[in-house]
Structure formats: structure tokens, C-alpha cells
């Protein structure tokens, strides 16, 4: 798969009970890769362009000394 391949992996979220992993391509496309954890297989993604679509991921970000 394109996003395993090309793509970094730059954070994961919870929606439900899906894990959101969020992957970052070339040429500035992100990928969110919805995993159901329950058949252990992907759901579906969603790619974007626009950094507005970040914020879901805002709250799970941990930086090292500021706890």
C-alpha cells in the first residue's frame, strides 16, 4: 500500500472505536487510515491537503517536558 511504502507516520487518534493513524506523503498529502479494531482491518481513509483538517489530532500530541 502507497501510504506504508511513501508515507511517515505522524500521529493516531481514537474516533469510536476506530484507531485514526495519520500519515504524511509526498508532495504534502495527508492520509488518515481509520482502523477497526475489532475485524482488524482498515475501515476506509480519507486524504487532504489543508493542515485545518490537523486539529483533530491536536489533543493526542505530547511534547517531552511540558507535562
Known amino acids: 500500500m502507497l501510504v506504508y511504502d511513501q508515507g511517515r507516520y505522524l500521529a493516531r487518534r481514537w474516533e469510536e ?6 500519515y504524511l506523503l509526498p508532495g ?3 492520509v488518515e ?12 481513509l480519507r486524504a487532504f491537503t489543508s493542515s485545518d483538517e490537523l486539529l483533530d ?10 507535562d
Open 17 to 22: 472505536e476506530d484507531g485514526v493513524n495519520l
Open 28 to 30: 504534502g498529502v495527508f
Open 33 to 44: 487510515l481509520y482502523y477497526d479494531t475489532h475485524r482488524n482491518e482498515i475501515a476506509r
Open 57 to 66: 489530532f491536536v489533543g493526542g500530541v505530547r511534547l517531552p517536558g511540558l
